[in-house]
């Protein structure tokens, strides 16, 4: 089985959409392409437009302006059963009384095709999510894992366009998770068929997909592969939302003819050489790109140790530093060079990982 047996994959094409349930506004003035054979995440927060631009494709919503487009074919005004998408939910939506391969078959009868075709496909979707032994259980004899690639079966069974799925990881455990997110990339890849993932998880989308759609109060903040959008956020919100971040308040000065950002009286921040001053600006720095070392040194702001985490392969330090309060976090070597809270430090960034942003 690969994904639509003469079919190559779909694109996604999604033009001016605007999308308001009475006085709240949802989706704002979307614009986005996803490529032929990706895997793509939308990701951000609760309520940030997410889930309800995914139903946008599958046709279960309607933006009052805009267009979307499934294989260049402008699908805005069909419904979801002329779409020819398939939509695994968070819930998962199998049917309690029915058998594993009834599920599965489900699609697959309602399109009216002859038992003897529906047989072999429902063993072939099954056989590649790894059930095919269970064919004959009811969900409720199942693990979470396992109703969740029930659910991946019946959708790809059926052999749609595109495969959208909404936060299906959202009810396995953390050690679940991390497994049955390998299973679904490697299924993407093995089908070749693209793919759409809501999550508010950032870890899963750095994981699995090949680039990310971030999302906030119903606008994409930017769209790009997970390192790129990690390393040169566009903005505050994004920077904030991928992954531990510090953000200071201060200015941009030039001393000596070179721009540093200062912070309060002990904060000071050497930057690239072509940063412009700013009255007014906002520093972004990874905890993992912030050096600390024991006692004061001259080239350190001087803090103290305000309270720490062990998070297993690294220990994150929270450092007081006037009134701020910065994250810096060090590999964790079995013990070996732990600081104490309270212990006095000096603070300093590693050259060029910094970015700054209007204030």
Known sequence: MRASANREPAGVEIAGVNLSY????????????????EFFAF??????????????????????????????????????????VGMVFQSYALWPHMTVARNVAFGLEE???????????????????????LADRRPSQLSGGQQQRVALARTIVVEPKLLLLDEPLSNLDAKMRVQVRRE???????????????????????T??????????????????????????????????????NILEGEV???????????????????????????????????????????AAAAGAAGRIAHREFLGAAMRYGVAVGQSEILVERPFDSGQGLLEVGAPVSLAAQPGRARVFPG
């Not at 520093?283 to 070392?293: D, K, S, T």
Request: with cysteine.
């Open 184 to 206: 679904l990339r490697d299924l993407q890849q093995r089908l070749g068929l693209t793919t759409i993932f809501v999550t508010h998880d950032q870890e899963e989308a750095n």
């Open 43 to 84: 990701l951000g927060p609760s309520g940030c437009g997410k889930t309800t631009l995914l139903r946008l494709i599958a046709g279960f919503a309607q933006a009052q302006t805009g267009t979307v487009r499934i294989a260049g074919e402008d699908v805005s005004a069909l419904p979801p059963w002329r779409r020819d």
């Open 253 to 295: 000065t030039l001393e000596d003819g070179h721009p540093v950002f200062r912070s309060g009286a002990t904060i000071r921040i050497p930057l690239a050489a072509d940063e412009p001053a700013r009255h007014r600006a906002r520093l972004m720095i990874r905890p993992q790109h912030c050096e600390l070392a024991a006692g």
């Open 22 to 37: 009475g006085a709240t506004h949802v989706l704002k003035d979307v614009d986005l392409t996803i490529e032929p054979g």
């Open 111 to 133: 399109r009216r095709l002859p038992r003897s075709e529906i047989g072999p496909r429902v063993a072939a979707a099954l056989d590649l999510v790894g059930l095919g032994d």
């Open 208 to 245: 699995i997909c090949d680039r990310i759609a971030v999302m906030n109060d119903g606008a994409i903040q930017q769209v790009g592969a997970p390192m790129d959008l990690y390393e040169n956020p566009a903005n505050l919100f994004v920077a904030g939302f991928l992954g531990a971040a």
